[in-house]
């Protein structure tokens, strides 16, 4: 593959190698399935900056032209044959001249690659957030498809209200009361997953250039979600304690947000569980601020050791906290059936919100999760959890702890479905996440889940997914690829957060 750069041209040289790569591509000298060279290793080959290579390669990719796999690199994709690609003396329009800004923002190929992993059989996934496939409550589903057909009209397959199906909603704030918190099913929502909770609220509640405080580090979609709406993303270090609030309180003075995200119970990524005292303190502070908070929820039923705390939306004595939990951590992964809490007139916004989108959530799961909750299983289902995830979260824990990485540092939750990792000081967190995929384990990079870029010197590992066999092979395939990264030159990662991983 021949490459020329002429210094002397108007054209920008990013352009110049896209341009020739394009044109290889086109005349088949560059195959489907193909593999472009490294951007660091053509950089050096041309004497150019490696971000001038990845600007090259990230047009040929908006061209629909080449795609990038975590382990793979760069691939050439299949073109439009001649015919197709012209007709009339008309192109194939380059599409990314009609995306928003909205979907420029909310590109994100590492954490597609990185859970599409989950599916392979030849990897063991730390990646995956998901629950495990063996726990699938599949007693939920016995005579479905008899009921479904006796039902009088098929109501099971009719629309349901935007709401959600009365009856779920009326089981839904039976299972908040038994969370502590008195509710009514007209203050709930039943959603597509609690993430759509969160695309709600930006839709909602966020205008370009407002500010959204979230911990740091925080959930990657949540981020994706409030990046994509154009908000201005403030980050809160976090401790052992949770949220520090001494620095949300300066945080609120000085950038007055309208929102704050937050994950107080088993928080994903770094497991921790923020302190009776400071739920009370930021609840304090929101009344003093007149600012809203999202409570994210979703795996605070998964609790191995240590006192139940009460939810923010259970403190809440005054309207403030919006509550979103979901079942797809509980029930089948798939299932994504989520909801919200909030005042009658949040919900009633929200409702008007979600109908533009899909109308209702999906009739059948709702009616699914509504009959398992009418079953009374719901309570044994979760115990059972507990008892499997606590036993694969000591698995991990014990395989860290022999596996004898130098360096390495690592939280042990007190629940939830993550072990949050500090790698050892100099690790090249991007050669690491390659070498990795490479040695058949995956997980998600700590970048994935702070503001900027950064966060590099952490790494998420997920318990509950990987077979309990696979999880020692997993840790002692993870070993390998950071001894085999740390003996090649390579940038120090940072270190930037407050947090202080325990053994």
Not at 118 to 147: H, Q, T
Not at 245 to 251: A, I
Not at 402 to 409: A, C
Not at 416 to 434: D, I, K, N, Q, S
């Amino acid at each position: 593959m021949q490459l020329k750069i002429d210094r002397e041209s108007r054209v920008p040289i990013y352009l110049q190698l896209k341009n020739q790569l394009r044109s290889l591509i086109y005349s088949g000298e560059l195959s489907a399935g193909s593999q472009l060279p490294p951007e660091r290793k053509l950089a050096d080959s041309l004497g150019l900056n490696r971000t001038t290579v990845l600007t090259a390669y990230r047009e040929l990719k908006a061209d629909g032209l080449v795609d990038s796999h975590v382990g793979k690199g760069t691939v050439v994709l299949p073109v439009l044959s001649e015919v197709s690609d012209r007709y009339d003396g008309y192109e194939v329009p380059s599409f990314r001249q009609f995306f928003s800004q909205t979907a420029e923002r909310a590109n994100e190929p590492l954490l597609r690659d990185l859970l599409q992993m989950a599916n392979r059989k030849d990897i063991i996934s730390f990646s995956a957030g998901i629950s495990s496939m063996d726990n699938d409550p599949v007693e939920a589903l016995m005579g479905l498809e008899k009921e479904l057909l006796e039902q009088p009209e098929h109501f099971a397959l009719k629309h349901t209200p935007t709401e959600g199906l009365p009856s779920l909603r009326q089981n839904i704030a039976k299972l908040m009361r038994e969370r502590g918190t008195n509710v009514s099913p007209d203050e709930v929502l039943v959603l597509s997953g609690s993430q759509q909770g969160i695309a709600l609220s930006a839709e909602v509640f966020i205008d370009p250039g407002d500010v959204v405080l979230v911990e740091e580090p925080s959930f990657f979609s949540a981020l994706q979600i409030f990046n994509a709406a154009g908000a201005r993303v403030v980050g809160v270090p976090v401790d052992e304690n949770g949220m520090k609030v001494d620095v949300l309180e300066q945080l609120l003075k000085r950038h007055r947000p309208k929102l704050i995200y937050t994950m107080p119970t088993f928080q994903n990524p770094s497991g921790i569980t923020m302190s009776l005292e400071r739920r009370r303190r930021l609840l304090e502070l929101a009344y003093q601020e007149k600012v809203l908070i999202l409570e994210d929820d979703p795996y605070g039923e998964i609790r191995f050791e240590g006192p139940r705390l009460p939810s923010l939306l259970e403190l809440d004595a005054y309207g403030y906290v919006i509550y979103l939990s979901t079942f797809s951590k509980i029930l089948f992964p798939g299932i994504r059936i989520g909801w919200m809490v909030a005042h009658k007139q949040v919900i009633h916004q929200f409702t008007m919100q979600k109908q533009l989108c899909d109308l209702h959530a999906n009739s059948i799961s709702q009616w699914i999760v509504d009959r398992f909750l009418e079953s009374g299983s719901y309570a044994e289902h979760v115990e059972k959890l507990r008892k499997e995830y606590k036993e694969k979260r000591d698995i991990m824990v014990e395989a860290l702890m022999n596996s004898s990485i130098k360096g390495l540092e690592w939280t042990k939750p007190l629940g939830g479905f993550y072990v949050w990792c500090r790698l050892p000081e100099g690790t090249p967190h991007m050669a690491l996440l390659v070498n990795a995929a490479d040695r058949g384990v995956s997980y998600i990079p700590g970048t994935a889940f702070f503001t900027g870029g950064r966060g590099g010197g952490y790494m998420r590992l997920n318990y509950t997914y990987p077979d309990k066999k696979d999880i020692t092979t997993g840790i002692q395939r993870l070993k390998a690829a950071i001894e085999a990264v740390s003996r090649q030159p390579g940038k120090a990662t940072e270190g930037l957060t407050d947090i202080k991983p325990i053994v």
